[in-house]
């Protein structure tokens, strides 16, 4: 059956718009039909099934309402019964402070979520031998309590939240298995074809946890999984993008409602987004999310020094959205959690990694997810295999993966040396809202040093345009340095397309960045 239904605008398109300009013999024809609430009215009072006084009774009551209730708007104050639903109880609005959890879990909870986790369930007899050889490297992760990887410390925060009755769920292309083949949250039967996933199966009467590949539609997707994060505070709603690169397909969501939904109609959304980002060699279709956009539409004030202190800072809760470019998969695990451990939710973005997913280095403890840890906004260099704090020639801020890159770069050169290296770097984990705090803590200790910014993005891209003031702004009451860039010029394209320029580019950055 087709219904052919003609639509129009009986005032154009909007209360400032004249539609003769363009079309004057529709408008002529459209002012001549009655409205449809006239055309009803008089076919009901013409069938005898109301009168036109009860027509007449009926539109003045409803006009009347409406002039009522616009006289009421020009005055009215939204009150916070007004903006959140009953199933928001005790989240707090960005003018009440909620202050800063811990998000870690105890070490018996971590191994009893760990072993449920990476056992198969019995059901599955004949599960794909890699398969199973990653449930068993996860076993010992488990055992051993050391190693743990990205995929490991990602369902560890699934799997304690999920106990704690906290709804997981995820989607997006390929997230059962997840686009680099290293999640395997939904295994499969080789023989009988069936699906079992383990995160359902941790303990009686835990929450639901739901794992479900989408079709490549990151516009339709996004904005699905955005009105189920609405919905509730209870739950942590997570979208993944084959690529971040592929986010853009998605922009209209982005911009006009996660970026910006509090602001516009105070409701708030703990919606994850994460964006596979990182330099490696890909080309410029599979290298970037654009961590610039993100950064560009984040709304904290790059000259403002706020509140830092525990008891009083709020950046997160009066910032519009989270951005962050971990290193490790403890604070993953964290910022995971933090998500729910707040009494009020804030949209995250997370620029995940790509090759950091099976790095040697890249691997956490349990105790760096025990009991009373939390989410590190920066790792400050660890000072091992560095000089005395005063003799440090430079120190080097960087986020993500390439951290991992110059670390080996550095070590590289002093065990050619045998001495130490007089360059720190420091990993800003949480881009936006920026640490000041811990910015202006690194650079009071390296006093004596030169400050520099490397990054793999372009310069017109990545987080310089971001970081460079606000770091200003951090050290300006106290050593007054200012930031140097090191990174690839800038591009139109993200990236080269050729692996050759790709890997000249990266070493000349490490190398002029440590130099």
């Known amino acids: 059956v087709v219904v052919d239904i003609v639509c129009y605008r009986r005032h154009g398109h909007n209360e400032i718009d004249q539609p003769m300009f363009t079309q004057p013999l529709m408008y002529k024809a459209i002012a001549k039909q009655p409205t449809t609430w006239k055309q009803y009215s008089q076919k009901l009072v013409a069938e005898g099934t109301v009168t036109q006084e009860q027509v007449d009774r009926l539109s003045k009551s409803v006009l009347g309402e409406f002039t009522e209730k616009l006289e009421l708007s020009k005055t009215h104050t939204p009150r916070k019964s007004e903006w959140l639903s009953s199933s928001w109880s005790g989240m707090h609005t960005p003018n009440i402070f909620s202050p800063i959890k811990d998000t870690g879990v105890t070490l018996d909870t971590l191994r009893r979520i760990g072993e449920r986790i990476s056992t198969i369930p019995p059901e599955l007899s004949t599960p794909h031998r890699k398969i199973k050889e990653i449930y068993n490297q996860r076993a010992k992760m488990v055992e051993t309590g050391v190693g743990l990887d990205w995929a490991m410390a990602e369902q560890l925060a699934f799997g304690s939240l999920l106990c704690e009755n906290i709804h997981v769920r995820l989607s997006g292309q390929d997230v059962e298995r997840g686009t680099f083949s290293h999640r395997h949250c939904v295994v499969h039967d080789q023989v009988t074809g069936e699906r079992a996933m383990p995160l359902q199966k941790i303990m009686p009467n835990q929450a639901a946890f739901i794992a479900c590949n989408s079709s490549l539609s990151e516009f339709a997707v996004l904005g699905f999984e955005l009105g189920y994060s609405l919905e509730s505070p209870n739950q942590l709603v ?68 706020p509140p830092m202190e525990v008891t009083e800072r709020r950046q997160i809760q009066t910032g519009n959205w989270q951005i962050v470019n971990v290193t490790t998969p403890a604070n993953y695990f964290h910022v995971l959690r933090r998500q729910t451990h707040r009494d009020f939710r804030k949209p995250l973005v997370v620029m995940s990694p790509k090759n950091l997913l099976r790095h040697r280095q890249c691997v956490s403890t349990f105790e760096e997810m025990g009991a009373g840890t939390r989410f590190l906004r920066m790792i400050p260099d660890s000072g091992e295999g560095l000089v005395q704090d005063e003799s440090v020639r430079k120190v080097v801020f960087c986020s993500g993966k390439v951290y991992y890159e110059l670390l080996q770069a550095r070590e590289k050169k002093a065990a050619e040396t045998g001495m130490p290296s007089d360059v720190a770097i420091a990993r800003i984990e949480q881009i936006s809202p920026f640490p ?58 993200v990236s080269t397309g050729y692996k050759d320029m790709h890997d000249y580019e990266q070493a000349k950055l490490i190398s002029e960045a440590l130099a």
């Open 436 to 493: 000041f705090d811990k910015v202006r803590d690194e650079g009071l200790r390296f006093k004596n040093a030169e400050v520099v910014w490397c990054q793999e993005e372009p310069k017109n891209a990545g987080a310089w345009a971001y970081v460079n003031s606000r770091m200003e702004t951090a050290f300006k009451a106290t050593t007054g340095l200012r930031p140097r860039y090191v990174g690839r010029q800038p591009m139109a394209s």
């Open 238 to 305: 997570l979208w993944e993008a084959q690529f971040g690169d592929f986010a853009n397909t998605a922009q209209c969501i982005i911009d006009q409602f996660i970026c910006s939904g509090e602001q516009k109609w105070i409701r708030q959304s703990g919606l994850v987004l994460l964006l596979p980002h990182g330099y490696d060699g890909q080309g410029p279709e599979h290298s970037s999310a654009r961590l610039e956009r993100f950064l560009q539409m984040s709304d904290d004030d790059p000259d403002v020094f």
